[in-house]
């Protein structure tokens, strides 16, 4: 019995000593379960001043990247896969299968791996690289030494050689061809069959050249012209996250502590505390209403953590909380009033300490 005595004191020594429960008079700071070890965090106040920067940088966040604008594209240059059809006025017999066929692989020639293609007394022709026009010039200089004045036409008739790839939640699994008509941004989502209830359209990410841009299209809009003037070239991979991820986290002293998911442009802290019933009255520190967001460099998760608080007495914390914006990933917390903490310790020390006289009096009857 000894040993339930030993064991016991420490139980509650290391109750009363311990960051676990706080006496009157002491801050309550958020859970440090929150943060990585090496992450740096810095705490701001939610104010009207913080507001109008909050919003400027999201609008600056917003602006299309100047480099994807500058891109305008050019003239198409044919490349292997791709099905060129040749058409030759008044040489029927050069037309080149000699068949009805509409299929494109038949009734044209198709772009080898090696970048050429054969034509009947052209020869084997190099045509990677070259617009179409070059390659109808190229053939007419080859032809003009057996036809007199050959008047020729070279269309594609299937497009093989450049592709935008498309993942996340765009229906369409296969790559979208660029073709002789400039594939838009705008364009390349409509063809890509995006659910606007299922897709996140605030995190779409476009890849180009090994550079990450990423594109809020619900602030720009699919009929802006900032996204019709973004053009897409080979190789460009087009990724929208689904809006299942849209989530934030309601914990702390509130009436039900959730996981709450937003599928529209954005919610209000006001919203998020007004969907979880709102704050514990009796149990709940009004002036220590926290959102925790990750705000860290793309590359970097966890390495930066902001901390915006509101005291929900203050007489604008009403309006502030209506326009304050949450991202998803955050996390609104709500500190404990210190009474509340207090009573909790008591209610945990007592049985303790009830727990250690027990094992005293047995040790006394011993």
Same mark, same amino acid.
């Given at each position: 019995?000894?040993?339930?005595?030993?064991?016991?004191?420490?139980?509650?020594?290391?109750?009363?000593?311990?960051?676990?429960?706080?006496?009157?008079?002491?801050?309550?700071?958020?859970?440090?379960?929150?943060?990585?070890?090496?992450?740096?965090?810095?705490? $701001?106040?939610?104010?009207?001043?913080?507001?109008?920067?909050?919003?400027?940088?999201?609008?600056?966040?917003?602006?299309?990247?100047? +480099?994807? $604008?500058?891109?305008? =594209?050019?003239?198409?240059?044919?490349?292997?896969?791709?099905?060129?059809?040749?058409?030759?006025?008044?040489? &029927? +017999?050069?037309?080149?299968?000699?068949?009805?066929?509409?299929?494109?692989?038949?009734?044209?020639?198709?772009?080898?791996?090696?970048?050429?293609?054969?034509?009947?007394?052209?020869?084997?022709?190099?045509?990677?690289?070259?617009?179409?026009?070059?390659?109808?010039?190229?053939?007419?200089?080859?032809?003009?030494?057996?036809?007199?004045?050959?008047?020729?036409?070279? *269309?594609?008739?299937?497009?093989?050689?450049?592709?935008?790839?498309?993942?996340?939640?765009?229906?369409? *699994?296969? =790559?979208? +061809?660029?073709?002789?008509?400039?594939?838009?941004?705008?364009?390349?989502?409509?063809?890509?069959?995006?659910?606007? /209830?299922?897709?996140?359209?605030?995190?779409?990410?476009?890849?180009?050249?090994?550079?990450?841009?990423?594109?809020?299209? @619900?602030?720009?809009?699919?009929?802006?012209?900032?996204?019709?003037?973004?053009?897409?070239?080979?190789?460009? @991979?087009?990724?929208?996250?689904?809006?299942?991820?849209?989530?934030?986290?309601?914990?702390?002293?509130?009436?039900?502590?959730?996981? $709450?998911?937003?599928?529209?442009?954005?919610?209000?802290?006001?919203?998020?505390?007004?969907?979880?019933?709102?704050?514990?009255?009796?149990?709940?520190?009004?002036?220590?209403?926290?959102?925790?967001?990750? /705000?860290?460099?793309?590359?970097? &998760?966890?390495?930066?953590?902001?901390?915006?608080?509101?005291?929900?007495?203050?007489?604008?914390?009403?309006?502030?909380? %209506?326009?304050?914006?949450?991202?998803?990933?955050?996390?609104?917390?709500?500190?404990?009033?210190?009474?509340?903490?207090?009573?909790?310790?008591?209610?945990?020390?007592?049985?303790? %300490?009830?727990?250690?006289?027990?094992?005293?009096?047995?040790?006394?009857?011993?």
């Amino acid at each position: 019995m000894k040993v339930a005595v030993r064991w016991a004191v420490p139980v509650v020594l290391a109750m009363v000593s311990s960051g676990c429960v706080l006496a009157p008079g002491q801050s309550v700071n958020p859970p440090n379960a929150f943060f990585r070890d090496d992450a740096d965090v810095q705490v $701001l106040p939610i104010s009207s001043k913080l507001m109008a920067q909050l919003q400027a940088a999201d609008q600056a966040a917003a602006q299309v990247p100047s +480099e994807l $604008l500058a891109h305008k =594209p050019a003239d198409y240059r044919v490349g292997s896969g791709d099905i060129l059809n040749v058409t030759i006025w008044n040489q &029927p +017999e050069l037309m080149l299968t000699g068949t009805t066929s509409t299929n494109p692989e038949q009734a044209g020639r198709v772009v080898r791996p090696d970048g050429t293609i054969f034509y009947p007394f052209a020869g084997v022709v190099k045509v990677t690289g070259l617009t179409l026009d070059e390659v109808r010039s190229t053939l007419t200089q080859r032809l003009t030494k057996v036809l007199q004045s050959p008047q020729l036409d070279v *269309s594609v008739s299937r497009y093989g050689s450049q592709k935008v790839y498309l993942g996340g939640a765009f229906r369409r *699994s296969q =790559p979208l +061809e660029i073709t002789t008509v400039p594939l838009s941004l705008t364009e390349a989502i409509g063809r890509g069959e995006v659910s606007t /209830t299922d897709a996140d359209l605030s995190g779409l990410i476009l890849k180009r050249d090994g550079v990450t841009y990423p594109i809020n299209i @619900e602030t720009l809009g699919l009929d802006s012209s900032s996204a019709s003037r973004i053009y897409l070239k080979h190789n460009d @991979e087009l990724y929208i996250p689904y809006n299942d991820r849209r989530k934030v986290y309601l914990m702390g002293e509130l009436q039900q502590q959730r996981a $709450l998911a937003f599928k529209t442009t954005g919610i209000s802290l006001a919203d998020a505390l007004s969907s979880a019933g709102g704050l514990r009255q009796e149990t709940s520190k009004s002036e220590a209403v926290y959102v925790i967001r990750d /705000t860290s460099p793309a590359g970097r &998760p966890g390495a930066v953590t902001t901390i915006f608080t509101l005291d929900s007495d203050s007489p604008t914390a009403l309006a502030l909380s %209506a326009s304050f914006q949450l991202k998803p990933s955050d996390v609104v917390y709500v500190g404990t009033a210190q009474i509340s903490r207090w009573n909790r310790f008591l209610s945990q020390l007592f049985p303790s %300490a009830s727990l250690v006289n027990q094992a005293q009096n047995i040790r006394n009857d011993n």
